[in-house]
């Protein structure tokens, strides 16, 4: 009995290692720019644990410490009409990608005035 219970630990092991995602390198990202968070979330369930991925997009109102291992940046989108914002560790194993989408002209390096900004930002689109 125990080398059944062994069997499939090793199952599930071998599993969660065929799941396991490359992650790509990181873009230049500045403060302004709209992107597309690929963040990894792990579900615990009745059937065991789920992980899938989810996409976050948003304008990043911050970014902090450069390229230090603690470097993150602020995602904030409207959601339903309010305001969300998300801080994502640049690298930490659950970012999978993060995609730049467009570029916004802004003149600060925190745009924390957007909380309370109700016009547009004018943006390019990033090829």
Do not use: C, W
Not at 15 to 26: Q, V
Not at 48 to 53: A, H, N, P, S
């Amino acid at each position: 009995m125990a080398k059944d219970k062994k069997a499939k630990a090793s199952e599930h092991e071998d599993k969660l290692a065929k799941k396991k995602i490359e992650k790509e390198a990181l873009p230049t990202l500045k403060p302004g720019m709209t992107v597309r968070v690929h963040q990894l979330i792990s579900e615990q369930g009745p059937k065991g644990e789920k992980q899938r991925i989810q996409i976050y997009e948003g304008i990043i109102i911050s970014h902090h410490r450069g390229l230090e291992p603690g470097a993150t940046i602020t995602v904030r989108k409207i959601s339903d009409g309010v305001g969300v914002e998300k801080i994502f560790p640049l690298y930490s194993p659950n970012v999978i990608k993060i995609e730049p989408v467009k570029q916004a002209k802004v003149t600060k390096a925190k745009l924390y005035y957007l909380r309370d900004y109700s016009k547009r930002l004018k943006e390019e689109k990033i090829a």
